[in-house]
């Protein structure tokens, strides 16, 4: 493996480029913090919005978990991507992974550090993220026998979704030190399930462009299998979307809203069905994105952009 001799801030501005582009990723998840805050004061009818600061804190800090995460990738990895996948940036030697342990301790300094100066309340939730992915690089200390058993592989991986949208959500209600609003354990559901929904979009491929050793749905179950089976997560996701939108107090604008995503995005699988193709498959993966970001700003979002209008 030949080493980047590049400074280190040069290097790891090309290593976020491949692996966590901030301006594509950092937008998003900015939208996601601000329809989580905006769920949990809309459903517990709390009048306006959380402070700027408050909520600029909490969502760089989201940006930090999802980067933290990318980063324990890249070690829970290591062995397969030197195996099976040399043009990644740790096995041609374009950041090494001291490096990035470096860069994740720093990261979660500063998580820790700005929270317990502006929202102390928030380092509990913080705490419980931190220790959990940090279990996930270690593979729960069961690596093979999470590995035999994909499902649950994905599963427990995926938990560590709603984690972060307690946080997210926290920064309403913990800060204000109150219950939690009636329908957050719906709105959780709906960002587990929609892990879910992302993780095995982005695995169905059609058969030509399988890969060794790039583990997919579409390869472990068959690719129409895993196509009806992402199919269904979003109908499970949609239940649960409704329900959280009724507890807010929007069920039959919410119902039409999600239920046209439904439609718009269930077409790619029904195409991916039918012909197979690689454009199809890729659809697939797009359609979880906009599914998404979809349901998030159906359920916080909009609403509460609506209420500042005064629609």
């Given at each position: 493996m030949s080493v980047d001799r590049r400074p280190l801030a040069r290097r790891l501005l090309v290593y976020?480029?491949?692996?966590?582009?901030?301006?594509?990723?950092?937008?998003?998840?900015?939208?996601?913090?601000?329809?989580?805050?905006?769920?949990?004061?809309?459903?517990?009818?709390?009048?306006?919005?959380?402070?700027?600061?408050?909520?600029?804190?909490?969502?760089?800090?989201?940006?930090f978990f999802f980067l933290l995460l990318r980063i324990f990738d890249e070690f829970k990895d290591a062995g397969e991507d030197a195996r099976y996948r040399p043009y990644r940036p740790v096995p041609r030697g374009l950041v090494t992974l001291p490096e990035l342990r470096n860069l994740g301790l720093i990261l979660a300094l500063l998580i820790f550090g700005a929270n317990a100066l502006l929202m102390p309340r928030m380092l509990p939730a913080i705490a419980v993220v931190l220790l959990y992915m940090a279990l996930m690089t270690k593979e729960f200390?069961?690596?093979?026998?999470?590995?035999?058993?994909?499902?649950?592989?994905?599963?427990?991986?995926?938990?560590?979704?709603?984690?972060?949208?307690?946080y997210t959500t926290g920064l309403d209600w913990i800060v204000a030190d109150v219950s939690p609003p009636s329908g957050l354990k719906f709105f959780l559901a709906v960002t587990f399930l929609n892990g879910i929904v992302i993780e095995i979009g982005r695995k169905i491929r059609a058969p030509q462009d399988e890969e060794e050793g790039v583990e997919t749905y579409s390869a472990l179950y068959g690719m129409k299998r895993a196509a009806l089976a992402w199919g269904l997560l979003l109908v499970v996701t949609w239940g649960s979307a409704v329900m959280a939108s009724d507890i807010a107090g929007y069920g039959g604008i919410g119902i039409g809203a999600l239920s046209a995503i439904l439609v718009v995005c269930c077409m790619p699988a029904i195409l991916f069905l039918r012909t197979g193709s690689s454009r199809h498959a890729k659809l697939i993966e797009t359609a979880s994105g906009i599914w998404t970001v979809g349901m998030y700003l159906t359920l916080g979002g909009v609403p509460m952009i609506a209420r500042w209008i005064g629609v």
């Open positions: 976020q480029a491949e692996r966590f582009p901030l301006l594509q990723h950092g937008p998003l998840i900015a939208v996601f913090t601000f329809s989580a805050v905006s769920y949990s004061r809309v459903c517990r009818g709390a009048s306006g919005f959380v402070p700027a600061g408050r909520y600029i804190l909490g969502a760089v800090t989201s940006i200390f069961v690596r093979d026998r999470l590995k035999r058993h994909p499902l649950v592989y994905m599963i427990s991986h995926m938990a560590v979704m709603p984690m972060i949208d307690f």
